[in-house]
């Protein structure tokens, strides 16, 4: 079976740096993805780990680390545009199953 | 524009009566999927297709269906739809990360704009 955990809810002032924690157990891993999701609309795509360490794009970073089976978002300079709910993802062979999913308030 | 398209956007319809939603890329992507999504769930993944013909069950696929007659189209088919299917669906498409290289949909998975179902 697949278990992917994190967070249910954050918030954070605007310009201030917010982790968002994701655990997985899962029967196989492939690669694990994190996405954004905006209210109403369609997740896009942030990143995707297949190897452990961090990869950093802009103002937004994703750490993996299989051993652990946990991984971490990281939003830096956080913009009131940044609220939104943030989802794990983990690929296993074909399959993708998503968390829960973390909802983000940016507060001015 | 690259997009992937579902069609209807919102239906309202009965317990029983059959239904189709659409879903269709204009990308080449060998890997589509359909998600349904839910309140507390998340993200839930009902079917995916890695190629014409070649179709699969994701966690989720009882009382669903899904054919790939052709590349670009994915359609999703509830032969008899109940209230417990009531939800917000997602269809998916990407290109195809060969399975001797951590295989699976690769990093780019892009969605449709969703279609809000609701079975009464």
């Known amino acids: 079976g697949q278990n992917i955990d ?3 809810e954050m918030t954070a002032t605007e310009g201030a740096i917010v982790q968002i924690n994701c655990t ?3 029967s196989g891993f492939n690669g694990l993805f994190w996405y954004q999701q905006h209210a109403g609309e369609a997740p896009t795509f942030l990143s995707y780990n ?3 360490g961090l990869e950093e794009k802009g103002r937004f970073s994703s750490f993996l680390s299989r051993s652990k089976g946990y991984s971490y978002l ?3 300079e956080l913009q009131m545009k940044d609220s939104a709910s943030y989802l794990c993802a983990v690929t296993n062979d074909y399959k993708l199953s998503f968390g829960a999913g973390t909802t983000v308030t940016v507060r001015a | 524009e690259a997009q992937v398209t579902q069609n209807p956007r919102y239906l309202i319809t009965v317990t029983g009566k059959k239904l189709t939603v659409t879903c269709s890329q204009n990308m080449n992507h060998e890997y589509m999927s359909w998600y349904r999504q839910d309140p507390g769930l998340g993200l839930r993944q009902i079917y995916y297709s890695m190629n014409v013909e070649v179709t699969d069950k994701g ?3 009882e ?9 670009r189209n994915f359609p999703l088919i509830l032969e008899s739809p109940s209230p417990n299917q009531t939800s917000l669906y997602f269809c998916a498409s990407s290109f195809l ?3 001797g290289l951590a295989g699976g949909p690769s990093y780019e998975q892009y969605f449709g704009p969703g279609t809000r179902l609701t079975v009464t």
Do not use: M
């Open chain 1, 74 to 76: 990281l939003l830096k």
């Open chain 1, 24 to 26: 997985y157990q899962t």
């Open chain 1, 6 to 8: 994190q967070p249910t």
């Open chain 2, 63 to 71: 009382g669903y269906k899904v054919s790939r007659k052709e590349k």
């Open chain 2, 59 to 61: 966690d989720v696929p």
């Open chain 1, 50 to 52: 297949v190897l452990d």
């Open chain 2, 97 to 99: 990360i060969p399975a």
